[in-house]
C-alpha cells in the first residue's frame, strides 16, 4: 500500500516547477540512518544553467575537484583522492559530459565544460508517507529527526488516513500534514509545515533510548553539502522505478508499473518476478520514461536541444 500511495503521490506532485524523486538517504553523519520518502525540490535562479550541463546526477567529488571551464589541469591535482579513484570519478564525469579529459606531455588532464552554478536550488521539500497512521511504526521518531537536523527547508507527513489531534500532538509542530487520496490524486492541506533553517547548525539524532538520546551536531558547511547531494540525486533519479520484466505488465500514462492481471499498480522489487504466480517472463513494457519526466517536470531530458526556458522560483505547491 504504501509503495503504490508514494507512486500516486509523486505523480500526483509533479510539475514544470519542480522536481520530484523518491527514497533518497537524508543522514549526514550517519549516511544510512535516515531515507526520505519523497523529496521536491524546486528551482533557485541559477537552475537553467545547472540543466543545461547534463541531465544525470554530477557526482560529488567531480563538483568539488579544483578545476573549471578554463585552463585544462592535470587529473593528480584537480582531485583530492587516490589515482585509482580519481580516474573514475573523472571518467564518470565525462561520460555525463560534465569534464573533458584529453592527455598533454603524456599526462591526463581534466577541464569542467562548464562553471558548476551555486543557487541552482530554490526549496528541498521532504515528504514522509504514512498511508495508514493507525499503524505509524517509528513515524514520530523520523520526523523528530528531519525537525532537529533541519535539512530540508520543509518537512511535511502525507497520510491518506483522517488526521486527528491526538495524531498532530504526536509529531513535531515544524512539520506539516497533506491527506492524500492516491484513488483521485487529491490533497488537502491539514497543517502547513513551518519552514526549518537549513543555514543553522543542525542535531542529528543517532538513537533514542528511554533515559538519553545521543546526537551529533552538523553545522552548515556540512548540511550545504548534503543538500547539495541531494539535489544532484533527486535531479538525476526522479520517482519512477523500473516495470517489471513481464508480459502482464505495462505502465500507466503517467509512467507507473501496472499488472494487467491483478488490475492494479504494483510494486515490481516486492509484487513480480519468483513470488508471483501469475509472472510470464518477458521483456519489461517499453516506456518513455524520459520523456514523460521531461515534459511534466523542471527537468531537462536534452540540454542541447531547443526547449522552452523554464521560468523559476514560482510557489511551491500552487
Ligand atoms: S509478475 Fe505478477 S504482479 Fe508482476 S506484472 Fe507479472 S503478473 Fe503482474
Redesign the pocket.
Known amino acids: 500500500m504504501e509503495f503504490r500511495f508514494e507512486l500516486a503521490l509523486c505523480a500526483a506532485l509533479e510539475s514544470p516547477t519542480r522536481v520530484v524523486a523518491r527514497q533518497l538517504g537524508a543522514g549526514i553523519e550517519n549516511p544510512g540512518g535516515r531515507i526520505v520518502d519523497v523529496c521536491v525540490l524546486t528551482p533557485g535562479p541559477n537552475f537553467d544553467r545547472r540543466a543545461a550541463i547534463t541531465p544525470d546526477r554530477i557526482p560529488d567529488p567531480a563538483i568539488e575537484a579544483a578545476v573549471g571551464p578554463g585552463e585544462a589541469v592535470p587529473l593528480t591535482r584537480a582531485f583530492d583522492l587516490p589515482p585509482d579513484r580519481a580516474e573514475a570519478a573523472a571518467e564518470r564525469a565525462a561520460e555525463i559530459g560534465y569534464l573533458e579529459r584529453e592527455r598533454r606531455d603524456g599526462r591526463p588532464v581534466v577541464r569542467a565544460t562548464a562553471r558548476y552554478p551555486d543557487d541552482w536550488v530554490g526549496s528541498l521539500t521532504a515528504i514522509e508517507n504514512k498511508p495508514d497512521l493507525g499503524t505509524p511504526g517509528d513515524l514520530a521518531a523520523q520526523l523528530r529527526y528531519d525537525a532537529a537536523l533541519g535539512l530540508f527547508d520543509e518537512v511535511v507527513l502525507a497520510t491518506a488516513s483522517y488526521v486527528t489531534r491526538a495524531h498532530l500532538n504526536r509529531i513535531p509542530e515544524a512539520i506539516g500534514v497533506w491527506r492524500f487520496d492516491p484513488e483521485t490524486g487529491e490533497r488537502e492541506v491539514v497543517r502547513e509545515p513551518t519552514p526549518l533553517d537549513p543555514a543553522a547548525p543542525g542535531v542529528e539524532i543517532r538513537e533514542e533510548r528511554a533515559l538519553r538520546t545521543d546526537v551529533t551536531l552538523v553545522d552548515p558547511a556540512a548540511k550545504a553539502r548534503k543538500r547539495r547531494r541531494i539535489a544532484e540525486r533527486a535531479y538525476g533519479k526522479g520517482w519512477r522505478p523500473d516495470p517489471?520484466a513481464?508480459a502482464?505488465?505495462t505502465t500507466t500514462a503517467d509512467g507507473r508499473p501496472y499488472?494487467e492481471?491483478?488490475d492494479r499498480v504494483?510494486d515490481p522489487g516486492r509484487?513480480?518476478?519468483a513470488p508471483?504466480d501469475?509472472?510470464?517472463p518477458a521483456d519489461p513494457p517499453a516506456t518513455d520514461r524520459d520523456r514523460l519526466r521531461d515534459e511534466r517536470t523542471a527537468w531537462v531530458a536534452a540540454p542541447d536541444g531547443d526547449g522552452p526556458r523554464r521560468q523559476s522560483g514560482l510557489s511551491r505547491f500552487l
Open positions: 517489471p513481464c502482464r505488465a499488472c492481471r491483478f504494483v509484487d513480480c518476478g508471483c501469475e509472472y510470464v
